[in-house]
């Protein structure tokens, strides 16, 4: 089974897979709610 690491590692054209990996996310909110929707936003 190929792991995340080793992935990224072969990736990054190194031959050990790193120690740690860090990860994030992004999210999006928007707060207008569905009366402020329109064919401009």
């Known amino acids: ?3 995340r690491r080793h992935f990224l590692a072969a990736l ?3 031959s050990e897979p790193p ?3 860090l990860s994030h ?3 999006l909110v ?3 709610g569905a009366a402020g929707i329109g ?3």
Do not use: C, N, Q, T
């Open 39 to 41: 064919p401009g936003r």
């Open 30 to 32: 928007d707060f207008v």
């Open 25 to 27: 996310e992004h999210i």
């Open 19 to 21: 120690k740690s990996i």
């Open 12 to 14: 990054a054209g190194g």
């Open 1 to 3: 089974m190929l792991l």
